[in-house]
């Protein structure tokens, strides 16, 4: 391996016995297993990695660490990997994201020299005229966008897990693999997460040339591995913070829903740019990112190097790079002084130091995709004074170590209350919500025994928040000097002096949006679209602070700060989304249907018939064979997904009073009664049968999507009035079917001890008895019209049933029927379904329901309103209605509006072929003027057109009742 | 008319009937669904039980076993009793603040190691740190369905009993097998097999 590899480092991440082959951009390029895409390709002397988003100006490494999206890429059909971050694999085919043509030859890059035109705000004020709105939108859709989507990628199903833990530790840097140690060996189950796929934080990378820290560090992780009451989770991001001390852990795989009892964050902080013209230049990168090629890849990061510094971390980096052979040409400090011993060290190794220097702007290469030297100039009382002369140095590279932002956002978003340190020049925990920790450099503690110290300190806490053991107060830290500068920040005309990488905004952009006015922390953000980008602000909020106090007059602690939200890290769709759960509802005779071919079709959470296929017959034919086997002979239909509920104790008769229309009271044992109940505005909301089986014991139906959520609301009625009854749900406890037809009666009589006799056995009677040897509750009511029994069972007995009852009734032709055919042979008898004939509105005035209303009961649900609504006649009315001269292509469908002088006047709810009547009959919600029996109708067709019909009395079939009854019910 | 022997069908028959194996087996299912089972609700039902002679547990949420009865208190006046005993068939009609009622429950039987992975990946409860001691059970949701659940322990594993409605069943079935096969494959066997637990030895030792 050639280019820029080093030696072998102690510690390195990679395995030098294991090479990976990938290619970017079609050309091959190899590194080893451990490498990311980013350090293999800077390895491979591969400078550029990707285009600037607006732009298009080259990109290199930057932070490697995923603080900025530099580096963003295209995997097959994976859109946006982030290359500093993401593992090279034998065989990746790799491209960049958001360029015209390639890296090299991006066509876009013309945008670089349009800059002046396209200012802050930009696109805000593009979006003025409605005029050209449609011109900017095509545009920018054009012009913006990163990756590609490809929908012919297979869908992904992640798991989406649950875990828990007394503490979770956020971080495994050194203050959090102490506190992790601390608050186990105190008892606590701990989980430790890590977004790294090694341990370590900067304990492992920021060594100062000197590896004593990486060793302890390496012996911390070390006794972590082998405590029993740690879980370790590496290459797992904590995402966010949600009430009660909820962590979304996220992955390559899948998403862990981590709960905790208490929680340290030890997240550590991010390294924050300094603004300078050219500041993105390909070689120039954060000190950090530096170190980390170093030790985590051993990657030269730079051959001759300018160090610039704001703190004391910048002369260790020096350290770094000297020590792997790095020449060093210069160290610009902004300050006048460092008192560090580092310094001290570098100095004596002859590195030049320039105090209150600067970077005024940097020099790229002949090419524009490097940096060939920096122009120095004095930097004073916030200023660069590039009048005074400029001092040229030539470089290869920049690394920049000016200051850190604490990694706050989980912080923020767990409601812990953040202060401005002045002397840290960085937001610190003021106040944290109970059972929140932190530790480490977002607590504001730098020195590394001290971050042991003040992990062990939070681990201790936490666990004696959480009864383990007991703790004393937490230790306080001074450090020496600042590790961030208030002002890294160098002003230049010709601007390129960035603060958001990721969007491309420039020094200039934040004091024009001050200046029209966008002054707080929220708009500034949201004008200029700074954090806005995928690394949501890691590398650019802190800066941008820096500027809104500076061009405010304010301290940065007096700005205030954005909201921070979950995601912390953009988290990939297809983790987010997980496994989902659709739950399904199948009756007992589920497959029974599945061998008769039946075409299902969902009702709620339930799978039902829709009609079941028939050789030789389209849907429509055998939908009405099912019919005409009902109406001729006899058929089956499986109506295990009504709601069947019991009700049972003195009470249950003034229970079922209450809740429904009807009058229950005076209902006789052994026999069933319609039932219809309306919310407290008096809107009808469900309906079914009730049927009394003994003196205090009833049973009843209701739908089949309304079971569920209707047993609640009874149970929530009955904890208020506090009948004396009780109620069960048998809904998925009975298996159900209707017999009908006019051989349902024989067919039954073969199989049933019940005595059927119309006289013994009445229309609307209930009885228990057996069926096939079964236990069975018998009804005889008649929703299709015909004579039949609806029989209810035990569902472990379902199938039995449906079997011995197609067993009986072949010789009698009979035929399982499903939900369409039910619904035709309803709609010939004129019975409404809830909920598709009524609306989340309808009255039962309007449905035509008004006999079942019983105002004379002292109670029910929805009475009141109902009284008012009686006052004056209903707008509206249910009414049935039949088609004129329909024909093929021109009939109207559910749904459809009935038209009248031009105005809507109602709406088709039903409509369906009727063999029965040989007409196409529905019923339509019409205005009460239009209900009248021989009112003419006009529909509209969803093509426009109009077609007409005429009101008809209901029922369509069988007025006197005479098919399903032979004596006068009760 | 005739009066054909009534045959009893689970949610899940092809798991009843066969012993299985998919993957690696790291978790036994079985199915339980036909066991004798039926629900009391009402102000004496905790009453009734008690001057039978069957264990009641003394607050909701919590289960006792014994005298071949396992008895769930699903809330203040609501039980699930599953098994055998005299008693229950005195329960016999409705009574005045006792309202037997029957139930036909899909339930499981789930043990190994695969289970707390496949209850992790479907239910938000921990019951990794539950103890079958306590004689706890839950009224959760798993895999978006309303479930009880109970924990015990079987030849030194974890292991649940699962109840959930009759109709959802088959879904439960479906969800629990595919992710069983993600988490190290599962056994089937068939209730009422050699080895397999009826109740005994998975719960604490009653008292008394």
Redesign the interface.
């Known amino acids: 391996m050639t280019g820029e590899r080093l030696p072998p480092v102690q510690g390195e991440w990679i395995d030098r016995e294991t090479p990976v082959c990938f290619s970017f951009e079609g050309k091959p390029f190899s590194g080893f297993s451990g490498d990311t895409v980013s350090s293999a390709l800077w390895a491979s002397g591969q400078k550029i990695l990707g285009r600037s988003f607006k732009y298009h100006r080259p990109r290199g490494i930057f932070s490697l660490a995923n603080h900025d999206i530099n580096a963003m890429m295209q995997s097959g059909g994976v859109p946006n990997i982030r290359a500093d971050i993401t593992q090279i694999r034998n065989g990746m085919e790799l491209f960049p994201v958001n360029t015209w043509g390639g890296l090299s030859r991006d066509r876009a890059r013309i945008l670089d020299h349009l800059s002046a035109f396209l200012p802050v705000g930009f696109y805000y004020k593009a979006f003025y005229g409605k005029r050209l709105f449609p011109y900017w939108e095509r545009l920018f859709r054009a012009m913006t966008g990163l990756g590609r989507v490809d929908f012919s990628q297979p869908r992904q199903f992640t798991?989406?897990?649950?875990?828990?833990c007394s503490i979770a530790v956020v971080g495994a840097g050194p203050s959090g693999l102490s506190a992790a140690l601390s608050a186990a060996d105190l008892g606590a189950d701990v989980v430790l997460v890590d977004e790294n796929g090694h341990p370590g934080g900067s304990g492992h990378y920021q060594r100062g040339g000197d590896d004593s820290q990486w060793r302890t560090t390496e012996a911390l992780w070390a006794k972590v591995l082998a405590h029993p009451r740690i879980r370790t989770r590496a290459d797992t991001c904590a995402a966010g913070y949600y009430a009660d001390h909820w962590i979304p852990l996220v992955s390559g795989q899948k998403m862990t829903?981590l709960?905790a009892g208490a929680v340290i964050f030890a997240m550590g902080a991010f390294e924050q740019p300094a603004v300078f013209r050219n500041n993105d230049l390909p070689g120039i990168m954060l000190a950090s990112a530096a170190q980390r090629l170093i030790y985590r890849y051993a990657v030269r990061p730079m051959r001759n190097a300018v160090v610039l510094c704001g703190n004391s971390d910048g002369y260790r980096a020096a350290l770094d790079l000297l020590a792997h052979g790095i020449r060093i040409a210069a160290i610009l400090d902004f300050r006048e002084a460092d008192g560090s011993g580092s310094s001290r060290r570098v100095q004596d190794l002859g590195v030049p130091v320039h105090f209150g220097k600067c970077i005024y702007e940097a020099m790229p290469t002949a090419d524009g995709k490097g940096v060939a030297g920096v122009r120095v100039a004095r930097f004073q009382g916030g200023q660069a004074l590039a009048g005074s002369g400029l001092e040229e140095i030539s470089c290869d590279g920049v690394a920049v170590s000016v200051g850190w932002a604490p990694a706050a956002n989980l912080l923020y978003q767990a409601g812990a209350r953040m202060l401005f340190s002045t002397t840290l020049q960085q937001f610190v925990p003021g106040a944290f919500p109970q059972g929140i920790f932190a530790c480490g450099r977002l607590n504001g503690v730098y020195g590394y025994g001290d971050r042991l110290q003040d992990g062990a300190s939070a681990g201790q806490q936490a666990a004696a928040f959480l009864g383990y053991g007991e703790c004393g107060p937490r230790p306080r830290f001074l450090e020496a000097a600042g590790p961030s500068h208030p002002w890294p920040v160098v002003p230049h005309p010709s601007g390129k002096n960035f603060v958001d990488l990721d969007e491309d905004l420039q020094l200039r952009d934040y004091a024009n949006a001050i200046q029209e006015g966008f002054d707080s922390p929220e708009l500034l953000k949201r004008y200029t679209t700074n954090g806005m980008g995928p690394s949501q602000g890691k590398h650019s909020s802190m800066n941008a602070l820096r500027i809104l106090a500076h061009y405010t007059g304010r301290a940065p602690g007096e700005t205030g700060t954005t909201t921070a939200r979950p995601f912390f890290h953009p988290v990939p769709l297809a983790i987010l989304a997980g496994?989902g759960?659709?739950?399904?509802?199948?009756?007992?005779m589920?497959?029974e249907h599945v061998a008769l071919d039946a075409v299902w079709m969902r009702t709620g959470e339930?799978l039902r018939p829709e009609y079941y296929r028939s050789a030789g017959l389209d849907r429509a034919a055998a939908i009405q064979a099912e019919v005409r086997s009902v109406r001729q002979n006899v058929g089956l239909i499986d109506v295990?997904t009504l709601g069947k509920l019991?009700v049972?104790?003195?009470g249950a008769a003034e229970f079922l009073e209450r809740i429904y229309l009807p009058r229950y009271a005076n209902l006789k044992t052994g026999m069933t009664r319609y039932a219809v109940m309306c919310d407290e505005a008096g809107t009808v909301l469900d309906d079914g049968v009730v049927a009394r089986l003994?003196g205090?014991?009833f049973y009843f139906t209701t739908t089949s999507s309304g079971a569920a959520g209707l047993y609640r609301e009874l149970v929530r009625l009955n904890t208020l009035w506090q009948l004396?009854c009780?109620?069960?749900n048998?809904?998925?406890?009975?298996a159900a079917v209707n017999l009908a037809g006019p051989k349902s009666r024989e067919v039954l009589?073969?199989?049933?001890?019940v005595d059927l006799a119309p006289a013994s056995f009445p229309y609307l009677g209930v009885r228990q008895g057996?069926v096939?040897?079964?236990p069975a509750r018998i009804l005889r009511v008649g929703f299709v019209g015909e004579w039949g029994y609806e029989i209810h069972v035990?569902?472990?007995?379902?199938?039995?049933l449906w079997k011995?009852l197609l067993q009986a009734g072949r010789a009698f032709g009979i035929r399982a029927f499903g939900v369409e055919a039910q619904r035709i042979l309803r709609l010939e008898k004129g019975h409404l379904i809830v909920g598709q004939d009524t609306d989340g509105l309808t009255t039962p005035f309007e449905a035509g329901l008004d006999w079942a209303v019983r105002m004379d009961k002292p109670f029910f649900v929805g009475k009141r309103s109902l009284q008012i609504l009686s006052r004056t006649p209903p707008r509206q009315r249910l009414a049935g209605f039949v088609l004129e001269s329909p024909l093929p292509g021109a009939i109207p469908e559910e749904s459809c509006l009935v038209v009248q002088d031009g105005s809507i006047a109602g709406r088709i709810t039903s409509i369906a072929c009727s063999a029965a009547c040989g007409a196409w009959v529905g019923m339509a919600m019409v205005d009460r003027e239009l209900a009248a029996a021989g009112t003419a109708i006009r529909i509209r067709l969803a093509s426009g057109a109009l077609v007409r019909a005429r009101i008809t009395a209901l029922p369509f079939y069988d007025p006197g009742q005479s098919r399903q009854k032979e004596v006068p019910c009760d | 008319?005739?009066?054909?022997?009534?045959?009893?069908?689970?949610?899940i028959?092809g798991l009843l009937q066969e012993a299985t194996q998919a993957g690696g087996g790291s978790m036994i299912l079985s199915d339980r669904?036909?066991g004798n089972r039926l629900?009391l609700?009402?102000?004496h039902a905790a009453g009734f039980l008690e001057t039978s002679g069957i264990p009641v547990p003394d607050r909701p949420n919590t289960y006792r076993s014994g005298q071949g009865l396992l008895v769930l208190r699903l809330g203040v006046?609501e039980f699930l009793l599953e098994g055998r005993h005299p008693a229950l068939t005195r329960i016999g009609?409705?009574a005045?603040?006792l309202?037997p009622?029957?139930?036909?429950?899909c339930s499981l039987f789930m043990a190994g190691t695969g289970t707390g992975?496949l209850l992790?990946?479907?239910?938000?409860?921990?019951f990794?740190?539950w103890d079958p001691e306590s004689r706890s059970l839950a009224l959760t949701v798993l895999?978006?369905?309303g479930v009880t659940l109970l924990k015990g322990a079987f030849q030194g594993l974890p292991c649940y009993l699962l109840w959930c409605?009759?109709?959802?069943?088959?879904?439960l079935w479906k969800?629990i097998s595919s992710l069983a096969m993600?988490t190290g494959g599962y056994v089937t066997v068939p209730s009422g097999s050699a080895g397999l637990p009826d109740g005994k030895g998975i719960f604490p030792a009653e008292e008394s």
């Open positions: 798991a989406k897990e649950h875990d828990f829903k709960r496994r759960f659709h739950p399904e509802r199948h009756t007992p589920h497959e339930w295990g019991e049972s104790g003195p003994s205090d014991l004396d009780t109620l069960a048998l809904t998925g406890a009975h009589g073969l199989l049933a001890d057996r096939a040897g079964i035990p569902s472990s007995m379902g199938t039995a011995a | 008319m005739t009066s054909p022997t009534p045959v009893r069908t689970s949610p028959p669904s036909l629900g609700k009402g102000r006046s009609a409705v005045p603040g309202h009622f029957p139930r036909e429950d992975d992790r990946q479907t239910c938000s409860l921990d990794g740190s895999a978006g369905i409605d009759y109709s959802h069943g088959p879904y969800t993600e």
